[in-house]
């Protein structure tokens, strides 16, 4: 990946942002992780947007580190933030997550919803804390899609998962970047917690 088309993509993205107004609503595997249990501890919000789930997640009293590539999404998830008092608890970093490696062991909900990256979801699969959780959920490569480059084959997700890991719960849903309506593939697993 270049600088350049690492640009292309921030400027697609930040386009987008700034023409659609943000919903700030959570993603539904937000709720199914806080009922399958979160140990305390930080929150990362991978390709995050201009995340409801970050700020659900840090009302409910988490910190939040928030990534994107996406100057915009940020900027507006960071007004949203502190306009509901919850600025201390969300961070936002700008990121390429093909290249962002965070810390290993240390939050105890990785989330990414509608994003797809190898090398990213096996980075995140590494900075849960034991016993903590992985939500993903990427476009499904079902039949009669185009190309397959950002998205997942059904059991894909589970499949990169190794015996450290309890798959909690694993679907084709139906999910989307807000208005945009698509078939998804998403787990829920619980690190073990050694
Ligand atoms: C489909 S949106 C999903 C946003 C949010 N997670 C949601 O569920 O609504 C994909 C997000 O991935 C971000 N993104 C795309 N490529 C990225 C990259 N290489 N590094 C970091 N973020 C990236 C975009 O800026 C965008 O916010």
């Known amino acids: 990946m270049t600088r350049e088309s690492w640009y292309d993509d921030a400027a697609r993205w930040n386009t987008r ?9 959570p993603h539904p595997l937000v709720a199914r992780a806080l009922a399958a249990g979160v140990p305390d501890g930080p929150v990362l919000d991978l390709a995050c947007g201009r995340s409801g789930s970050a700020l659900t997640l840090a009302e409910r009293g988490r ?28 961070w936002c970093v700008r990121a390429d997550l ?31 804390a034991p016993g903590g959780l992985l939500g993903w959920e990427a476009l499904a490569a079902t039949a ?34 807000e208005s945009r309506r698509r078939e998804t593939c998403r787990v829920l697993a619980r690190a073990s917690r050694e």
Request: net charge neutral; aromatic share 8%; hydrophobic share 45%.
């Open 63 to 90: 910190r939040v580190l928030a990534v994107d590539v996406s100057d915009v999404a940020l900027h507006q998830l960071r007004a949203e933030a502190r306009r509901r008092g919850l600025g201390d608890r969300v």
């Open 98 to 128: 093909r290249t962002f490696v965070p810390a290993p062991r240390t939050f105890t909900l990785v989330l990414a919803t509608l994003f797809w990256d190898a090398t990213a979801f096996r980075a995140a699969r590494e900075a849960v």
């Open 17 to 25: 942002y700034t023409n659609h107004p943000p919903t700030f609503e």
């Open 144 to 177: 009669g899609v185009g190309s397959t480059r950002f998205r997942v084959r059904p059991g894909e997700l589970s499949a990169a998962l190794d015996e450290r890991w309890e798959v909690l719960a694993e679907d084709i849903g139906e999910g989307g970047c």
